[in-house]
């Protein structure tokens, strides 16, 4: 077979992909391209089909805004907040159940991964309940402490409190599944060895385990750091933002004005500004985990 043959049978391998990279390409560049160009344009509800161009106007009014830096902090409480307890409850979990002598570890392990069993919806929906202030079961048990009942979601620290919460009860199995994974990818024998040089518990945790665990670390914590901060529901189904817009984040207040007030143009603002924040913020988490040099 000459050059010119299989120059032909590789332009036609990659003819038989070109439909599905046009699809994909389709389905995803095009909202995004439309997306940027409504955000340049007065394109809302009262402009519906006569809209024009105005340039950087929209982007100015949310820059020079107090609402915008308050969204931005919102949603750094929101994804650091979140994130922190998530790989600290899942790493530790993680560790108990990758010890040999624990009996039962896969019984444990199928009730961990209990939260994540149920649709997220209807897990919110339950936790709306267990946070109310007359009849949730979250004052009721205070009250069995002698703790008067709070008002969860009516304040600003104790609904991010609530929010937090919730979000680390449903999400604690993901990060408990993949540190689990990861940790009894590290060979047996590194430990047994490290046991003849005398080496105790924190010896090895602190000279093996946690060396060894660095990328899946660092991995995981960048795909959560990226979920959370675009992470809807908890939010929008157990404040929608309140009190006042204390606990919204950008997602949420993005999805509120299109979806509730027909202003389709800032919608697609917010929405590109939070996207180019969140993209050089996982380049950063990247960059100093080295999570690229591990996986290339």
Same mark, same amino acid.
């Given at each position: ?66 609402? /915008? ?21 899942? /790493? ?69 409190? *609530? ?34 040089? =005398? *080496? ?23 795909? =959560? ?72």
């Amino acid at each position: 077979m000459d050059s010119l043959q299989k120059l032909d049978r590789v332009f036609i391998q990659y003819l038989y992909l070109l439909p599905i990279i046009a699809i994909a390409l389709f389905l995803f560049l095009y909202p995004v391209a439309y997306a940027v160009y409504i955000s340049f344009t007065n394109f809302n509800l009262y402009h519906l089909f006569h809209y024009t161009f105005v340039g950087l106007k929209i982007y100015e009014q949310l820059l020079t805004s107090g609402t /915008f830096y308050t969204l931005l902090l919102n949603t750094v409480i929101w994804t650091v907040g979140s994130l922190i307890p998530m790989v600290l409850v899942g /790493f530790i979990l993680a560790l108990i159940l990758n010890q040999r002598d624990i009996k039962g570890r896969n019984a444990f392990f199928t009730l961990l991964l209990v939260p994540w069993a149920f649709p997220a919806y209807i897990s919110l929906v339950i936790w709306y309940g267990m946070w109310n202030y007359e009849y949730g079961i979250v004052n009721k048990f205070l009250g069995l402490l002698g703790i008067p009942p709070i008002n969860w979601l009516t304040f600003t620290n104790t609904a991010w409190a *609530a929010l937090i919460l919730t979000n680390l009860w449903l999400s604690f199995p993901y990060y408990t599944a993949v540190f689990l994974s990861s940790l009894q990818s590290i060979p047996t024998e590194l430990y047994d060895i490290a046991v003849v040089d =005398g *080496a105790n518990a924190w010896h090895k945790f602190r000279y093996i385990t946690l060396p060894l665990m660095r990328s899946a670390i660092a991995f995981v914590s960048v795909g =959560g750091f990226v979920f959370t901060w675009n992470n809807f529901y908890p939010i929008y189904i157990l404040t929608g933002g309140g009190p006042g817009i204390s606990t919204d984040i950008l997602i949420v207040y993005t999805y509120q004005e299109a979806f509730s007030y027909g202003y389709y143009n800032i919608a697609a603002a917010y929405s590109v500004i939070s996207t180019i924040i969140l993209a050089i913020m996982a380049i950063l988490m990247l960059r100093v985990g080295r999570v690229l040099e591990v996986i290339t």
